[in-house]
């Protein structure tokens, strides 16, 4: 196999390297889902500061001169083009995934994301460059997307794969939590600088505070992801590959996509499906009800920061609380929770919005985040990485996830904010939103057939309620 030195298995991988003990391959899991977690959260501090940026400053500073309405809809159509980035992002280093390694694809988004974010702080407003202003921040939208959409399916399955199976659903939903703990710090370095400065200094310069600190924590990110291990399961697919036994990744991302497509297309729609309700529903109580807050409400920026705060914060917990509860009464009962929760929430949900008094919108956002949300968002780590064999895993979760997020949950704050403007205002469409992404999370839920062996559920708590599917080959699934 010819690659770059870079990328190419390190020695460790080879195939004389004797196996490691239960010991050994537990602190090796537990460090490498914190160091996954870890550089989630600071990728996705990056990735999250637009979502919080999004309804308060970005449509005043790169699209002034427009109306209210028209600002608004432009800043979260650039929303949305991150998205339309994303699944190029994923299926490109989907296969170079599946290819030379999870660590190292890992490494370059994280260089990615966070350069491209970096330069967001430095880029002047429309009404210093007009025109080019919006459209320099729509390429570093596209970078950072293109990044991302290796960043949370990679954070996951790297996770997934070299988690211990007594705590496979713990340290699998790190990946989720150290994704919510990345957005959460972004709120609360936006609250803190918004409260620092007076609004026209923030406006002017005090938001471009957090986006430049992503070079720090960029650098710190690089320190720990370069520290982690390669997941033991990437590992024995190289092994078969120098042994023959499997072939050789392909090159070609098309191809290498079409591959896990083809492999089971049932169990890649349902790679599309199941993240649909925990996307759609975060976006929702995220992007679209900070812009409600600050725009229809006509509420303080402050307060919508606040709210912003109390959702990642409540959310980073119960994805914690939830990843546990995986260990001991099954994935699947957990997905049940939270997609109950979901639809159950919802029209409550968006009668408070409507009432416009924040302490009940923050406590309604609480509760739809953390029932509505984190269930499903923790679950879906061990569920998701299951749909797909190891040696094509990356090109399959990669490319079903991330297009879900371009076609479903990067235009719903758009859509949202459309049809609520031509409702006169009126949010009860964000219901019905919510309600039909949940259900397509639970007709991927049913259409799939994850790949588990009977090895595998006999000593994993977290698979109660699945059947055997597949044998386990070389223990890569």
Same mark, same amino acid.
């Not at 870890?38 to 996705?44: K, R, S």
């Not at 940026?53 to 083009?81: D, E, H, N, P």
């Not at 490494?107 to 491209?116: A, N, T």
């Not at 409260?195 to 406006?203: C, K, T």
């Given at each position: 196999?010819?690659?770059?030195?870079?990328?190419?298995?390190?020695?460790?991988?080879?195939?004389?390297?004797?196996?490691?003990?239960?010991?050994?391959?537990?602190?090796?899991?537990?460090?490498?889902?914190?160091?996954?977690?870890?550089?989630?959260?600071?990728?996705?501090?990056?990735?999250?500061?637009?979502?919080?940026?999004?309804?308060?400053?970005?449509?005043?500073?790169?699209?002034?001169?427009?109306?209210?309405?028209?600002?608004?809809?432009?800043?979260?159509?650039?929303?949305?083009?991150?998205?339309?980035?994303?699944?190029?992002?994923?299926?490109?280093?989907?296969?170079?995934?599946?290819?030379?390694?999870?660590?190292?694809?890992?490494?370059?988004?994280?260089?990615?994301?966070?350069?491209?974010?970096?330069?967001?702080?430095?880029?002047?407003?429309?009404?210093?460059?007009?025109?080019?202003?919006?459209?320099?921040?729509?390429?570093?939208?596209?970078?950072?997307?293109?990044?991302?959409?290796?960043?949370?399916?990679?954070?996951?399955? *790297?996770?997934?794969?070299?988690?211990? #199976? @007594?705590?496979?659903?713990? %340290?699998? !939903?790190? $990946?989720?939590? &150290?994704?919510? +703990?990345?957005?959460?710090?972004?709120?609360?370095?936006?609250?803190?600088?918004?409260?620092?400065?007076?609004?026209?200094?923030?406006?002017?310069?005090?938001?471009?505070?957090?986006?430049?600190?992503?070079?720090?924590?960029?650098?710190?990110?690089?320190?720990?992801?370069?520290?982690?291990?390669?997941?033991?399961?990437?590992?024995?697919?190289?092994?078969?590959?120098?042994?023959?036994?499997?072939?050789?990744?392909?090159?070609?991302?098309?191809?290498?996509?079409?591959?896990?497509?083809?492999?089971?297309?049932?169990?890649?729609?349902?790679?599309?499906?199941?993240?649909?309700?925990?996307?759609?529903?975060?976006?929702?109580?995220?992007?679209?009800?900070?812009?409600? *807050?600050?725009?229809?409400?006509?509420? #303080? @920026?402050?307060?919508?920061? %606040?709210? !912003?705060? $109390?959702?990642? &914060?409540?959310? +980073?917990?119960?994805?914690?609380?939830?990843?546990?509860?995986?260990?001991?009464?099954?994935?699947?009962?957990?997905?049940?929770?939270?997609?109950?929760?979901?639809?159950?929430?919802?029209?409550?949900?968006?009668?408070?919005?409507?009432?416009?008094?924040?302490?009940?919108?923050?406590?309604?956002?609480?509760?739809?985040?953390?029932?509505?949300?984190?269930?499903?968002?923790?679950?879906?780590?061990?569920?998701?990485?299951?749909?797909?064999?190891?040696?094509?895993?990356?090109?399959?979760?990669?490319?079903?996830?991330?297009?879900?997020?371009?076609?479903?949950?990067?235009?719903?704050?758009?859509?949202?904010?459309?049809?609520?403007?031509?409702?006169?205002?009126?949010?009860?469409?964000?219901?019905?939103?919510?309600?039909?992404?949940?259900?397509?999370?639970?007709?991927?839920?049913?259409? &799939?057939?994850?790949?588990?062996?009977?090895?595998?559920?006999?000593?994993?708590?977290?698979?109660?309620?699945?059947?055997?599917?597949?044998?386990?080959?070389?223990?890569?699934?």
């Amino acid at each position: 196999m010819t690659s770059e030195p870079s990328m190419t298995p390190s020695p460790q991988t080879a195939p004389s390297s004797p196996a490691p003990g239960p010991r050994r391959r537990a602190r090796s899991g537990t460090r490498t889902a914190v160091a996954a977690g870890v550089g989630t959260a600071i990728e996705w501090y990056d990735y999250g500061l637009y979502t919080v940026a999004a309804g308060l400053v970005i449509s005043k500073v790169f699209f002034s001169g427009q109306s209210a309405q028209v600002a608004l809809l432009a800043t979260f159509a650039a929303f949305a083009v991150g998205f339309v980035a994303r699944p190029v992002g994923g299926i490109v280093l989907g296969a170079a995934s599946d290819r030379f390694g999870r660590r190292p694809v890992l490494i370059f988004s994280l260089i990615l994301v966070g350069s491209s974010t970096t330069i967001v702080g430095l880029l002047p407003s429309s009404a210093a460059i007009g025109i080019w202003a919006p459209l320099l921040l729509l390429l570093m939208r596209v970078t950072q997307g293109f990044g991302a959409g290796a960043e949370m399916a990679g954070a996951i399955i *790297i996770a997934n794969e070299s988690a211990t #199976p @007594g705590r496979k659903s713990y %340290l699998s !939903s790190l $990946a989720m939590a &150290g994704a919510t +703990f990345g957005v959460l710090t972004a709120s609360v370095l936006f609250a803190v600088t918004s409260a620092v400065f007076s609004a026209e200094d923030f406006l002017s310069f005090g938001w471009r505070i957090p986006f430049l600190l992503s070079a720090v924590f960029t650098g710190i990110g690089l320190v720990l992801r370069r520290s982690m291990l390669e997941s033991p399961e990437f590992e024995e697919v190289q092994h078969e590959r120098q042994r023959g036994e499997l072939a050789q990744a392909h090159r070609n991302p098309l191809v290498a996509m079409a591959k896990a497509v083809k492999a089971s297309p049932r169990n890649w729609v349902a790679g599309f499906l199941v993240p649909s309700g925990l996307n759609v529903t975060s976006y929702i109580t995220s992007a679209f009800a900070i812009s409600y *807050i600050s725009g229809a409400l006509r509420l #303080p @920026g402050s307060y919508a920061l %606040l709210m !912003s705060c $109390a959702v990642f &914060g409540s959310g +980073f917990l119960a994805l914690l609380v939830f990843g546990r509860l995986g260990d001991t009464i099954g994935v699947r009962r957990v997905m049940f929770i939270g997609i109950a929760g979901a639809l159950l929430l919802a029209v409550p949900y968006v009668a408070i919005l409507k009432a416009g008094a924040i302490v009940p919108i923050i406590i309604a956002s609480v509760a739809l985040n953390a029932f509505g949300w984190a269930g499903v968002a923790a679950a879906h780590t061990v569920l998701m990485p299951a749909l797909f064999r190891a040696e094509y895993r990356s090109s399959g979760l990669f490319s079903s996830r991330e297009l879900q997020g371009a076609l479903i949950a990067g235009p719903t704050p758009l859509l949202a904010a459309f049809l609520v403007g031509q409702l006169g205002g009126e949010p009860w469409i964000v219901a019905g939103i919510l309600a039909a992404a949940q259900l397509m999370t639970l007709a991927g839920i049913f259409l &799939g057939r994850p790949l588990f062996s009977a090895e595998e559920l006999a000593e994993t708590p977290a698979l109660k309620g699945y059947a055997a599917t597949a044998t386990a080959v070389g223990g890569a699934r």
